[in-house]
């Protein structure tokens, strides 16, 4: 595994982005709503968190949006990474 993180967050990444997109897919669907239930985390775009120095400020903003559909298709990448991503 040694030198094939970047794999590992490849694999996350795409995870998520499956996930999100499961999530907002069947939000319409009575019986699967609750795969799109989720909550944002972090500092939003509308209350970043700010350093204010005399001549320059630096606002910084990220926000993470975790839902049911996210975390399964993040686990399932988890398992894929193990089973296809070593060597």
């Given at each position: 595994?040694?030198?094939r993180?970047?794999?590992?967050?490849l694999?996350?990444?795409?995870?998520?982005?499956?996930?999100?997109?499961v999530?907002?897919?069947?939000r319409?669907?009575?019986?699967?709503?609750?795969?799109?239930?989720?909550?944002?985390?972090?500092?939003?775009?509308?209350?970043?968190?700010?350093?204010?120095?005399?001549?320059?400020?630096?606002?910084f903003?990220?926000?993470?949006?975790?839902?049911?559909?996210?975390?399964?298709?993040?686990?399932?990448?988890?398992?894929?990474?193990?089973?296809?991503?070593?060597?």
């Open positions: 595994m040694k030198g993180k970047w794999l590992l967050a694999f996350l990444m795409a995870g998520a982005v499956i996930g999100l997109l999530g907002e897919m069947t319409s669907v009575p019986a699967l709503q609750w795969l799109s239930f989720g909550r944002d985390i972090g500092f939003s775009p509308e209350n970043p968190l700010a350093l204010e120095l005399v001549v320059l400020r630096l606002k903003g990220l926000t993470l949006h975790l839902s049911v559909s996210v975390i399964i298709c993040m686990g399932a990448a988890g398992l894929l990474y193990r089973r296809f991503g070593k060597k």
